[in-house]
């Protein structure tokens, strides 16, 4: 469905992705794991088109995207939900979810998206009790709900999450992971999911991919990566070596 | 005037000040276009509305594009000062020093009104803006393209990130604030005449009523308007005239003193936008 070739992106002229190359195929729920400054917002960024790559190539459903700007991407099916939230706070649940179906808005097509906003309140109850109140008043589990719904508002064929536990709480973390898993399933969705959590992305995730200062370093099955050494050093927290000499 | 304020407020989180320029436009244009062009007077009102919504056109694809990659407030703010001085320069080319009138949009014995006289023109220019809250309110609140530029002033990447043209939005607030200044300025010009550097004072005024309202919201920004210019008023009467100007300014200083976010603002927006 998504294909990435040798895509450079750099500021100035420091790189922050080399050569990256990845895929996703229809249906999937991918990860991409690594730290800090690893490059992973880039990626997401350049994926939507906020940020021109340099070189290489994106593709979505044989089509070149690559360099597009964000409204098309937009349109086309790729909805992304930006890290640290970025919902509008002072405006209310109800629209902010009217926002995320600008692109297909239409006078005629308002009963639809009425039904949309049916559907989201039915994925997430506790959106439906507060669509009046201004978004910024949610707490932040709940604001992550309404920026998933507000990207699903697009009805995209690929979602890219961007740090979705970063600023919720451990439970709710837990909860808005099982909401991706429902997602895939109900409506037939791919994902993109950029981590740092790494135990829990690969817990639902089917691949992952490991990016470190801008490379790819390692791809596979979420079993393989959960198994691999270095990922468990690096990311999970454990450290087989040292476990092997206690 | 505050209203303009609010529509570029509202979608960019950018204060124009060369604001006041497009109701000297608006005046200016009008007298221009009905006197010395002489078209008939719906011709004019249309072809300076034209004018004023090219000028703020012109404006945004000028000055603030090629700024908006730096996202820079002060310096978008700066540069909306530089374009006032521009205008005006070009203004005082064009039209000279003096200032200009036109006769009243309606001709007819003024009414009084509780001993109070009432030109037939102020009942029009308290029509027009009233009618324009009634429109800007629903387009800001009803509308989704209103909501998308409400969207674009909160955060430029998340509306960028819904599919949302933040350049086209941005540059449509500008031609519609001209639009509604130009217009306040074609109500206007009757009543207190317009000449070349009326821009700033204007733009003074208007900022005072928009803040002391509560920057965003219209019916503030005519509520501030309209108790700016009551005090006015009385100052020049009961005091002196001379102090009539200062005195919006000492209403602006005790409002941001205690009650910085306006007379209708909500605290919690308020707030919210600082997160």
């Avoid at chain 2, 006032?84 to 039209?95: A, T």
């Amino acid at each position: 469905m998504l294909r990435i070739k040798n895509l450079d992106v750099h500021y100035g002229k420091l790189y922050i992705l080399k050569k990256v190359s990845l895929h996703i195929k229809k249906g999937e729920l991918v990860t991409i794991l690594g730290s800090n400054g690893a490059g992973k917002t880039t990626l997401l960024n350049t994926i939507s088109g906020l940020i021109k790559p340099t070189s290489g190539e994106i593709v979505f459903e044989d089509r070149n995207i690559t360099g597009m700007e964000p409204d098309k991407i937009v349109k086309i099916g790729i909805s992304q939900v930006p890290e640290g939230r970025l919902i509008f706070k002072t405006l209310t649940v109800e629209e902010n979810l009217l926002l995320g179906s600008y692109h297909r808005y239409k006078i005629g097509r308002k009963k639809e998206i009425k039904n949309d906003m049916e559907t989201i309140y039915s994925l997430f109850p506790k959106l439906k009790d507060r669509r009046k109140q201004l978004a910024g008043t949610l707490s932040g589990g709940e604001q992550q709900m309404l920026a998933i719904g507000r990207a699903l508002m697009s009805k995209p064929k690929l979602l890219l999450l961007d740090e979705p536990s970063m600023g919720v709480a451990p439970n709710v973390v837990k909860e808005i992971f099982v909401h991706l898993v429902e997602l895939l399933k109900s409506l037939s969705l791919t994902m993109l999911l950029v981590e740092q959590n790494a135990k829990s992305a690969l817990k639902i995730a089917h691949r992952g991919y490991v990016i470190e200062t801008g490379r790819i370093v390692l791809e596979g099955s979420s079993e393989d990566l959960l198994s691999n050494k270095d990922v468990q050093r690096a990311y999970l927290g454990r450290d087989l070596d040292a476990e092997v000499i206690i | 005037m505050g209203i303009g304020f609010n529509i570029i407020y509202n979608s960019t989180s950018i204060i124009n000040l060369a604001q006041g320029e497009f109701v000297v436009i608006g005046g200016l244009g009008m007298w221009y276009f009905l006197e010395a062009v002489k078209l008939p007077f719906p011709l004019a009102f249309i072809s300076t509305i034209v004018v004023a919504a090219v000028a703020g056109l012109l404006m945004e694809r000028l000055t603030i594009r090629p700024l908006m990659k730096k996202l820079d407030l002060l310096l978008m703010i700066m540069v909306t000062i530089s374009v006032s001085i521009l205008i005006r320069g070009l203004l005082m080319f064009k039209f000279g020093k003096e200032p200009y009138t036109y006769p009243p949009f309606t001709e007819g014995e003024p009414i009084v009104l509780f001993g109070a006289v009432i030109t037939q023109q102020i009942l029009w220019v308290i029509g027009i803006t009233f009618l324009s809250i009634v429109l800007l309110y629903l387009f800001f609140n009803k509308t989704l393209l209103g909501r998308a530029m409400k969207a674009c002033s909160i955060d430029a990447k998340a509306a960028r990130l819904m599919g949302i043209n933040v350049s086209q939005i941005v540059m449509l607030s500008f031609v519609i604030s001209a639009v509604v200044g130009a217009i306040g300025g074609i109500a206007i010009t009757p009543i207190s005449l317009m000449e070349y550097d009326k821009g700033p004072m204007l733009a003074v005024k208007g900022f005072c009523a928009a803040i002391v309202g509560g920057l965003g919201k219209s019916r503030g920004a005519v509520f501030g308007g309209f108790l700016l210019g009551i005090v006015e008023s009385l100052t020049a009467g009961y005091l002196h005239s001379g102090f009539k100007d200062a005195v919006a300014l000492l209403i602006l200083l005790f409002v941001l003193f205690f009650k910085p976010a306006g007379i209708f603002g909500s605290k919690e927006a308020m707030r919210l936008r600082k997160l």
